[in-house]
Each structure stands twice: as C-alpha cells, then as structure tokens.
C-alpha cells in the first residue's frame, strides 16, 4: 500500500515505520511525508531516507479547506491510498475526511478515552494513575475521538519521571504503529 505520513516535530514515529518497510516487517511505502511546519526535524529524516515531502505554513492560507485541498492534490499526484498521522498537531477537516474516510489512522499517547489531546503524556503523570499506555486509531473529525484499532497498556511505575515515562512510552508506539499497519494495509482489520 501507499502511504502518506503526516507529522508536525521530530518523527520518530515516521522513523520507526521506515524502519520496518526497511526490514520487511511492514510490506507498504512511504510515499510522502506531509508536514506543517517547514522546521520540523521528521522532513530531515524524510530527506535522509530519500522520501518526497511536503510542507506548509497553515498560516499562509486562509483556512483549513485551503491548504488539505492542496494536501488533497498532493496525495493524488502520489496515488496514497492511506494516510498515516503520526504527530501531526492539527485536526483533519472534511476535505480529507471525505475522500479517505477509514483510511486515516492516528497514534495517541494514552489509553483512549483517557487522556485526548496535547501532552496526553504529562496528563496521566499528573493524574497519578498506575497505568497509561498507546491507542492506534481511525481518525474521526473529533480530536482524538475515532474508533479504536488497537491499545497496548504500558505501568507507571513508582519513581518514574515524566521523561522515563515518556520514553517507555514511545518504546511502545514504535512497536505498536507498524504491526497495526501491517495487519490494516493486508486487510486482517475491517
Ligand atoms: C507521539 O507520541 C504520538 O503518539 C503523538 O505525537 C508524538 C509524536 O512523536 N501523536 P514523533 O514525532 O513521532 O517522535
């Protein structure tokens, strides 16, 4: 399958699913990678693992259906037939909901419902729950509010920082993100 990932900041996500394109764990392609901020350190890694991108500045359009009909033509000059959200920090309206509907998922970092939003992290440190963990997604127009495709719970455990937590964490999500992947690109997912 073809992929497009979109990512906002570092992209270890985007990393770790080239990585098992690279291995054959994951059998699909990163076509493009689309990214929000022309910054951003995954359009480096895009670079480096030769992967075309595209990137623009939300505020040099007017509105969200300005820019995600650009992003739409993009994805259909590339043929993506999926479209992978992995840090990307900006909800999708319904210029892409509509054309790819079940075919955007996203990674959150905590056990959906708990948790939505930014630093989801940082919200189930604060809270002082025993366990958080990762939810891979299809992306609905709410903000991390899609049916869930699939969970893997990860302990907060005593003497933990925020920075521990978060790296076990991660650790998780790129395990997770390239099996659900491979399991939705081959169909074993409805
Ligand atoms: C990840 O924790 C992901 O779950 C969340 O944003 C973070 C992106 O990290 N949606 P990275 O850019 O892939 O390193």
């Keep these: 399958k073809r ?79 999926f479209i992978i959200l992995a840090g990307y920090m900006r909800l999708i309206g319904p210029t892409l909901l509509q054309k790819y509907s079940q075919r955007i998922v996203n990674i959150h970092p905590s056990l959906l419902p708990s948790f939505p939003g930014k630093d989801a992290i940082g919200q189930a440190f604060d809270a002082g729950v025993k366990e958080t963990g990762v939810t891979v997604h299809y992306v609905d127009d709410g903000m991390d509010t899609g049916p869930v495709i699939a969970q893997k719970t990860v302990p907060i455990l005593e003497g933990d920082t925020k920075d521990i937590l978060q790296k076990r964490i991660q650790e998780m999500e790129h395990d997770l993100y390239p099996s ?6 081959h169909k074993k997912l409805t």
Aim: proline share 0%.
């Design 3 to 81: 992929l497009a990932v979109f990512a906002s900041g570092n992209g270890s996500n985007f990393q770790s699913i080239a990585e098992a394109i690279k291995s054959g764990k994951l059998k699909a392609e990163i076509c493009l990678v689309v990214c929000d901020r022309e910054d951003a350190y995954v359009l480096e890694r895009a670079k480096l693992e030769n992967i075309d991108s595209f990137s623009f500045s939300a505020k040099n359009y007017s509105n969200k259906t300005e820019y995600e009909s650009e992003i739409l033509e993009k994805l259909r000059q590339y043929e993506i037939e």
């Design 180 to 185: 659900v992947l491979q399991e939705l690109c």
